[in-house]
């Protein structure tokens, strides 16, 4: 039995552990602050990104046409969501392992690690590429989009597919510095893709020939050309950056098996999650595709580009959740990586929820003003705005539990537990509403949410038993 207040003290000696680097002498919410504000912005940067290209997409075309504009924007954003988060799973190992480093105050790992991901990023980025370019045209054909859709999509996706290398490297590099307490860094990166992109993107559309008229390929370039601009940045703010914080070494540079190794084991189970969560959602993207309403794909991707805008701020606090945790477990304190992924918790259900209602308030402007004149999307996509908004506690906690896992090296609890809540709701359950003939595209989003409250329950008594905390990275 333990001595009466032995608690009073291990909470005591737990409020003494004192982080380095940008995060030294901070109290808990000021770290969540510091690591927070940065990927906030970023995130809103890229929600305008991705509204710029479904208002360029809204406005290349009307009618019939517009429709299948956008029906293949829908499975290309989902297609490069996909390749983007594959290759965030090397930068969630290389983010593990920089943050355990810089809580334990091993300054050489880390840098070896910053150097080590840049390479696997890379190497994940050609592997996307060349998945995609072999598999584009069967892709198209198996989810059933319209004939013109199907163009559209294809020529989109072969240019898209060359931004992986960029975007992979660029990925890993940021993971490593938001893993060492620097948000800052891979802000200005992420600024410079978002301009390079929207302005690119714009003008390669609606410029004057011959260097406009591209359509949906100049989006895509739009988007090539900002992945490689902000990869070039981050390169050369982290060239310059202070010898206390991570830096480029050329030793560091050189293959070494062991710290290679360490990423692969973090980031490698959530490779497989990733592919397979994907095959499941190209699944519930074939089922809405399929669906007798016209339009449906293009509803929902419009639907979910509004819902972005509360679960990207939730993301930015997840980023502060994993690193927080990752720092606090390599300092050796387990309650303050514990309290820290609760407090991140809390304001993310509270900023979420918020948000939420305002998607409830604000359904049928907000879809308006993304597809101006469509009297389709605006029948449509409204209804899913109020199922999203009732989803957003659930969504709120599948983010930051399962963010700060990852952060934590448990990539294998989150892949274990992801999978069986999946399959039955996205799976199993729509196969039966579709081969039943009462699926539309409301009950879809239903069961998509029924399904983020599951995974809310499961997530919640995993975080609570503790057994992520004994993660090895």
Same mark, same amino acid.
Request: glycine residues 12%.
């Given at each position: 039995?333990?001595?009466?207040?032995?608690?009073?003290?291990?909470?005591?000696?737990?409020?003494?552990?004192?982080?380095?680097?940008?995060?030294?002498?901070?109290?808990?919410?000021?770290?969540?602050?510091?690591?927070?504000?940065?990927?906030?912005?970023?995130?809103?940067?890229?929600?305008?990104?991705?509204?710029?290209?479904?208002?360029?997409?809204?406005?290349?075309?009307?009618?019939?046409?517009?429709?299948?504009?956008?029906?293949?924007?829908?499975?290309?954003?989902?297609?490069?969501?996909?390749?983007?988060?594959?290759?965030?799973?090397?930068?969630?190992?290389?983010?593990?392992?920089?943050?355990?480093?810089?809580?334990?105050?091993?300054?050489?790992?880390?840098?070896?690690?910053?150097?080590?991901?840049?390479?696997?990023?890379?190497?994940?980025?050609?592997?996307?590429?060349?998945?995609?370019?072999?598999?584009?045209?069967?892709?198209?054909?198996?989810?059933?989009?319209?004939?013109?859709?199907?163009?559209?999509?294809?020529?989109?996706?072969?240019?898209?597919?060359?931004?992986?290398?960029?975007?992979?490297?660029?990925?890993?590099?940021?993971?490593?510095?938001?893993?060492?307490?620097?948000?800052?860094?891979?802000?200005?990166?992420?600024?410079? @893709?978002?301009?390079?992109?929207?302005?690119?993107?714009?003008?390669?559309?609606?410029?004057?020939?011959?260097?406009?008229?591209?359509?949906?390929?100049?989006?895509?370039?739009?988007?090539?050309?900002?992945?490689?601009?902000?990869?070039?940045?981050?390169?050369?703010?982290?060239?310059?950056?202070?010898?206390?914080?991570?830096?480029?070494?050329?030793?560091?540079?050189?293959?070494?098996?062991?710290?290679?190794?360490?990423?692969?084991?973090?980031?490698?189970?959530?490779?497989?999650?990733?592919?397979?969560?994907?095959?499941?959602?190209?699944?519930?993207?074939?089922?809405?595709?399929?669906?007798?309403?016209?339009?449906?794909?293009?509803?929902?991707?419009?639907?979910?580009?509004?819902?972005?805008?509360?679960?990207?701020?939730?993301?930015?606090?997840?980023?502060?959740?994993?690193?927080?945790?990752?720092?606090?477990?390599?300092?050796?304190?387990?309650?303050?990586?514990?309290?820290a992924v609760r407090l991140c918790?809390?304001?993310?259900?509270?900023?979420?929820?918020?948000?939420?209602?305002?998607?409830v308030i604000a359904r049928d402007?907000?879809?308006?003003?993304?597809?101006?004149?469509?009297?389709?999307?605006?029948?449509?996509?409204?209804?899913?705005?109020?199922?999203?908004?009732?989803?957003?506690?659930?969504?709120?906690?599948?983010?930051?539990?399962?963010?700060?896992?990852?952060?934590?090296?448990?990539?294998?609890?989150?892949?274990?537990?992801?999978?069986?809540?999946?399959?039955?709701?996205?799976?199993?359950?729509?196969?039966?509403?579709?081969?039943?003939? @009462?699926?539309?595209?409301?009950?879809?989003?239903?069961?998509?949410?029924?399904?983020?409250?599951?995974?809310?329950?499961?997530?919640?008594?995993?975080?609570?038993?503790?057994?992520?905390?004994?993660?090895?990275?």
């Open positions: 039995m333990s001595k009466p207040g032995a608690s009073v003290e291990a909470s005591q000696r737990a409020s003494e552990v004192s982080l380095g680097g940008r995060l030294q002498g901070l109290s808990l919410g000021r770290q969540v602050f510091v690591l927070a504000m940065w990927p906030l912005l970023e995130q809103v940067l890229a929600f305008f990104v991705g509204l710029t290209d479904l208002l360029i997409s809204g406005r290349m075309a009307e009618g019939a046409e517009r429709v299948a504009i956008l029906d293949a924007m829908g499975l290309g954003g989902y297609v490069g969501w996909f390749f983007n988060i594959l290759q965030g799973a090397v930068a969630t190992g290389v983010m593990a392992l920089v943050s355990r480093a810089t809580g334990g105050r091993d300054a050489p790992l880390a840098n070896r690690a910053l150097g080590q991901g840049l390479w696997l990023g890379v190497a994940a980025g050609i592997a996307s590429l060349i998945l995609l370019q072999a598999g584009i045209t069967l892709l198209v054909r198996w989810i059933g989009l319209s004939p013109e859709a199907a163009v559209k999509a294809e020529e989109f996706l072969r240019v898209l597919a060359w931004s992986g290398p960029f975007s992979g490297a660029l990925f890993a590099v940021n993971a490593a510095l938001r893993g060492s307490g620097d948000t800052r860094t891979p802000f200005l990166s992420m600024i410079v @893709v978002n301009v390079v992109n929207m302005a690119l993107s714009w003008c390669l559309v609606f410029g004057p020939a011959p260097f406009g008229g591209h359509g949906v390929a100049g989006i895509a370039t739009g988007t090539v050309c900002g992945w490689a601009a902000g990869l070039l940045t981050a390169i050369t703010l982290v060239g310059r950056g202070k010898k206390d914080s991570l830096h480029w070494n050329p030793a560091d540079l050189k293959p070494h098996a062991e710290t290679l190794r360490r990423i692969i084991r973090v980031g490698a189970p959530q490779s497989l999650e990733i592919a397979c969560m994907w095959l499941i959602h190209a699944f519930g993207i074939r089922v809405i595709a399929g669906l007798d309403q016209k339009g449906a794909l293009g509803a929902h991707i419009l639907a979910i580009r509004v819902e972005s805008m509360s679960f990207l701020p939730g993301f930015a606090i997840a980023t502060a959740a994993a690193a927080l945790a990752g720092q606090y477990l390599g300092a050796g304190s387990r309650e303050m990586a514990t309290r918790w809390r304001s993310a259900v509270f900023l979420m929820s918020g948000i939420g209602v305002f998607f402007w907000l879809i308006q003003w993304m597809a101006p004149g469509s009297a389709l999307h605006l029948q449509l996509a409204p209804p899913l705005l109020v199922v999203c908004a009732l989803a957003q506690p659930f969504f709120a906690t599948c983010i930051i539990l399962k963010t700060s896992m990852r952060g934590a090296g448990a990539t294998h609890i989150v892949m274990r537990w992801s999978f069986g809540s999946m399959i039955f709701y996205r799976v199993i359950v729509l196969w039966v509403m579709s081969e039943m003939g @009462v699926a539309n595209l409301t009950r879809v989003w239903i069961v998509l949410s029924l399904d983020l409250l599951t995974q809310a329950v499961i997530f919640t008594r995993l975080h609570f038993t503790g057994r992520w905390l004994d993660a090895r990275v």
